[in-house]
Each structure stands twice: as structure tokens, then as C-alpha cells.
């Protein structure tokens, strides 16, 4: 192999892997203790029955806010927890978190509401992740169907026996399971015959350009018939405007999620908007709530 040739793409990547290994050491360094030191939140964007728009429940999301990094998204910081071993800890507290304040909002407002929370494939490999949920559940007195685990297609990847009885054992006790970002993995879709999930979260990046590009459209389609024939629900995520809702809708898309309905809230702001003032079946009863 010759030297000088690989010298000159050596120092090319040299610069961009210091950038991004700097970065990700800063973020490990950073990482640790963060749990401890309080430096997470959580926010919850609402799903919506796409017949009437009415709520059906919320996805949770994780912030971290460190006082030398600021904010940090977790597409940036999850995958770091993930190496370093930290996410099953922080899953468990999101866990937690998400559920108590689940818990809280049941008894207040006296309605079923769905959580979802995202759950890591380590927290499915390092055998965690039944244990905590039948804890926390069993603690807090929720149901299991009031809670769903979002899991994306990496966790079928070379799936071990452990993962499949893992689901088996979440779905057989109630809880839902959902695929997310289905569409962007590279797993088949045979799969899906044999495995437990009830519901298809379809990738935001079909749904955005689907009201002009007639592809994701057919994509989208294609989809739901395959999710709906399985006995699944199919939720559209990344819904950004109301014309993409109007496309999802006429598609038999049976959930709605975006922007268009709301960012990701506080909770405070999440049940001032979306909780306090509407009636079991999704009703506004109080307009002035809509007021900011
Ligand atoms: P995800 O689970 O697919 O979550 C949806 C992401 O899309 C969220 O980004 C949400 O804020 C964003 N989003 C929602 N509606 C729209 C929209 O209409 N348009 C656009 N452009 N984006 C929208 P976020 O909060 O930055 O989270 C990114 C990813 O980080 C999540 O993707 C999930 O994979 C991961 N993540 C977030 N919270 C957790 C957590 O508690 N545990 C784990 N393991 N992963 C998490
Ligand atoms: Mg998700
Ligand atoms: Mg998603
Ligand atoms: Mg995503």
C-alpha cells in the first residue's frame, strides 16, 4: 500500500474527526452525572385521532440543558449514552418520569391517555427493560395499555431470542408496542408477520413531501394497507401542515403527530392545552384554553 497516498486523505479526515471527536468527548465528559446533577426534562407532543383531531395521547422526549454545552439534541447525545452504557439509566428515569406524570394527569382529568416513550435496543439487550416497566407500573397502578414503547427497526436486527420474548412478554401484559421511523430501516418487512407490534409510526420523511410528490404518497399507502392488514394501527409522524393531514387522512392514516398540532410541550403547557378544560371525548369545553 502506498504511504503517500493514504497521508494526504489521512490528514483530510484527521481535521473532521478531531471536530467530531472533540465533540463527542465533550458530550461523554458531560454526559456523566448529568442524570444526578438534574440537567434533563421531559416534553410530550400530542397524537391525535385523525377522525375529529381529538387527543388520543402523547410521545415523551428528552432534553438535556448543560451549563457549558447549552442545549444538546438527543439525536446527538442518545447515541453517546448508548456507547458509554448511560441510556439504560436515563431510560429508566424517562420511564419513570413519563409514567408518574401519566399517572397524574389520569387521576386529574379522569380519561384514558396513551404514553409513549422511547425505549432504546440496549435497554431491550441488557435485559432491563421488562423488570423496570412491570415495576414502575406496578408502583404507580397504571395499566399497562395506557403505556406504549416506541422501538426503532435496529432492535430486529439479528434480534437474539432474549429481545423477541422480551416483546412477547410486554404485549402479552398489554402494553403497546410500536415500530418508529418505519420505512427508514433496512430490515424486511416479512418480519413484521412475527413479531408483536401493534402499532407503525410511518417516517417523517414521507410524510413531508406528501401532498406534492405522488411516490410518498403510493409509499404511504402502501403502508397503512400492509399495517391495517397485520391488525395494526398506522400513525403518521411529522405532520407539518394542514394539507399533509388532509393527504394522511384520505390515506386511512389512523393517528396524526407534528408540528401542526403542537411542538413539544412542558408539561404544564402540554395540559393547559391539550388536558385541562376538554371533556372525555376530546371536546373543548373551555375555547379561552387556546389563548397563549
Ligand atoms: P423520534 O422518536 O422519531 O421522535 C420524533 C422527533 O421528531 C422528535 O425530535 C420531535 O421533536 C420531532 N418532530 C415532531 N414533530 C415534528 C414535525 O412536525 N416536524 C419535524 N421536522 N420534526 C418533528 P427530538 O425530540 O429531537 O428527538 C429525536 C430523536 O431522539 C427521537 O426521534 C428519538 O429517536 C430520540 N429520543 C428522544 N427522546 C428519547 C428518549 O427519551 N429515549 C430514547 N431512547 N430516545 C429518545
Ligand atoms: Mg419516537
Ligand atoms: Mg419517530
Ligand atoms: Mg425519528
Redesign the pocket.
Known sequence: RSKSRGRKGYQFFTRAMNDAAAERLKIDQQLRGALERGEFSLVY?PIMHTRGRTLKGM????RWTNPELGRI???DF?PIAEQIGA?TDL?NW?LQEACAQLQSWQRQYNRPLLMSI???PRQFHDGSIVPKVKTVLTQLGLKPTSVQL?VTEGLLINASDRVLSDLDTLKLAGVHLAL??FGTGYSSLSYLRHLPFDVLKVD?SFVHEIARKSQDEAMVGAMVRMGHSLGMTVVA????TPEQAYSLEALRVDDL????FSQ?LCARDFERRFLAGITIDGQVLDESIWDR
Do not use: A, K, R, T
Not at 409522524?237 to 407539518?240: I, K, L, P, S, Y
Open positions: 407532543q410521545e415523551v422526549l428528552i439534541s438527543p439525536m442518545i441510556i431510560g424517562v422511547n425505549v432504546s416506541e418508529d421511523d417523517q409522524e411529522g405532520v407539518e403527530q407534528g408540528f401542526y413539544p
